[in-house]
Every structure is written in structure tokens, then in C-alpha cells.
């Protein structure tokens, strides 16, 4: 494990933001099949590459190829597909909420970093970790209650970004596990493979694709920018990262993602932020400094 490097961690979260702001543009696509694309163009990106990954593939034993299935399966195809499907929501809720919610995947990461990983919780860890947590719940939730109780489209939309959250959460540890045999280059290169096949075969047998002539040059635009600043970059320095990262530490680093969706949701969607929000995000962005930049941890 070696110091600073869960800021790469906080970068790549910042870009997934932008990428969750332009993937609620095109809520018009069924999800399936907008991973399905959008993955496909980053395996195409990293195919000249594929060939010296190639000798790291040949070592991998069946538990790796296991795990590699999980992390592409689980965090790929079912995360990024629950996640973007709760995106579509436009009119039942609104951004900020959804990204907030897919923020909870610490409590699913942390159980499994000391259940899978044997990794170790400090004290002082757990009590900024339930700060955190704490927060990130006034950032979504400002007067205290789910404002989605009483409205069945917004219930549906949070259970979707809740389930993208436990997809994601367990997706942190099964990547901590292969990047301790792959490099994170051919780890992010193997998961979009994987990803993208299930995600067509998904496709497929739900009836859920699109016709691609009918989109506009504007549309390809922003499946480009989902490929590659929100997929091939945003994973490159997230594996980078999490390679000399414990998962317990990354998965709140990447709780940088609340703090930007807050401000996205102000700067380009009209959503007001209240006080007790503006105080919590303080709050989260001190506790997460506290727990990347904690030489102990």
C-alpha cells in the first residue's frame, strides 16, 4: 500500500460524475443495451493492447477466472445497468438522489474487505467511516426522511440506484482481489470484455435494444464521452489507484462522487442545495480527506 495513491481513486470518481450527468441524457436507450455499446467501443480502444496482456491471461487460475467473471458480471454489467435504468427516472427523481444513494456501496465494501480480504477496521476508521456515511445520508436526504416513500416511480428508482450500490460495493473487493494477479491495465481490458458479452446477451433476451441510425451525431457524442473519459480513463486511474490502495480506503475515496453530483445537480439541473446540505458535504469531503490521507490506514 503506498500513500496518495487513493487520489487517483478521487479523480476517477470525479470523472464519473460527468459521465453519470451525461448518461441520464440518454435515458431514451433501454440500459442494457447503452453498456452493451458503450463498453464494446472501450474494448475496441484497448484492442492493440490485447496481445501483451495475453501472457498475465495465461497465468490466471480457474479461482481467478472466477473472480474475474464476479467483478465483470456483478460490478460490470449488473451495476452499471441498475444504475443507468434508475438514471432514466427523469421524471420520478432527481439526479442528485439517485447518485447519492449509489453512495451506500461503502456498508456493502467494507463488510466484504473484512469478510473476503481479512483486512483490518480501526477504530478511529469506523467512527469517519459512520461520519461519512451519516453525511452522505443529510446530502440526499435533507429533511431527514427518503422523500421517496409516498411515490412509487422515485421507490423504484432508489431500490435500482440502492441495488447498483451493492453491486458496486462488492465489485471494489473482487477487483482488489484480481489486481493482486493482473495488471490493472489488462484487469480493466478483461472486465470490459466481460461486460460488454453479458450485457449484449442481456440485450437480447430482454428485447431491450435500439435502433442506431435514428441517433444523432450529438447522441454519439455522449456515447464516446461515456467509453472513454467515463470508462476506459475513469478505470485506468481507478485500478491504478485501488492496485496500492486498501478497498476499506477507496471506497470512501470514492465518495468524492456525492460532492460533485451535489454540484452538478446545483450547476447545470436547477437543484438547490439547503444548508444542512452544504454542511454535510463539508462534513463528507473532511472525513474523506481524513481517511485517504491517513498514513495509518
Known amino acids: ?51 501483451r ?25 449488473i451495476g452499471v445497468t441498475l444504475f443507468t435504468a434508475a438514471l432514466a427516472q427523469v421524471n420520478d427523481i432527481n439526479y442528485s438522489v439517485v447518485a447519492l444513494l449509489q453512495q451506500t456501496q461503502p456498508l456493502f465494501a467494507v463488510f466484504l474487505a473484512v469478510l473476503i480480504l481479512k483486512e483490518k477496521v480501526s477504530l478511529k476508521f469506523a467512527l469517519l467511516g459512520l461520519v461519512a456515511m451519516i453525511a452522505a445520508y443529510f446530502l440526499a436526504f435533507p429533511g431527514l426522511v427518503p422523500t421517496f416513500l409516498g411515490n412509487s416511480g422515485e421507490l423504484k428508482a432508489a431500490l435500482l440506484a440502492l441495488g447498483a450500490a451493492a453491486a458496486w460495493g462488492s465489485g471494489t473487493v473482487l477487483s482488489k482481489l484480481m489486481l493482486s494477479k493482473l495488471s490493472y491495465a489488462a484487469t480493466a481490458m478483461l472486465r470490459f470484455i466481460i461486460t460488454g458479452i453479458t450485457a449484449l ?32 480513463a475513469s478505470f485506468m486511474l481507478y485500478y491504478k489507484g485501488l492496485q496500492h490502495t486498501e478497498a476499506k480506503v477507496s471506497t470512501f475515496a470514492e465518495m468524492t462522487y456525492p460532492l460533485t453530483a451535489a454540484f452538478i445537480g446545483f450547476a447545470f439541473l436547477g437543484e438547490r442545495l439547503v444548508l444542512i446540505q452544504i454542511v454535510a458535504a463539508v462534513v463528507l469531503l473532511a472525513t474523506i480527506l481524513g481517511i485517504t490521507l491517513n498514513k495509518n490506514e
Open 1 to 51: 500500500m503506498r500513500r496518495g495513491y487513493s487520489l487517483l481513486i478521487v479523480i476517477a470518481a470525479l470523472l464519473w460524475s460527468l459521465d453519470a450527468l451525461v448518461r441520464r441524457q440518454l435515458y431514451f436507450i433501454p440500459a442494457p443495451f447503452l453498456v452493451t455499446i458503450e463498453t464494446m467501443i472501450r474494448v475496441l480502444i484497448l484492442l492493440p493492447w490485447f496481445t
Open 53 to 77: 496482456f495475453l501472457p498475465e491471461y495465461k497465468l490466471m487460475k480457474a479461482k481467478d477466472w472466477w473472480v474475474m467473471m464476479g467483478m465483470g458480471i456483478i460490478s460490470g454489467m
Open 201 to 232: 446477451v442481456w440485450s437480447l433476451f430482454s428485447g431491450q435494444s435500439y435502433v442506431l441510425s435514428t441517433l444523432t451525431v450529438n447522441q454519439w457524442g455522449m456515447i464516446l464521452f461515456l467509453a472513454i473519459v467515463g470508462g476506459v
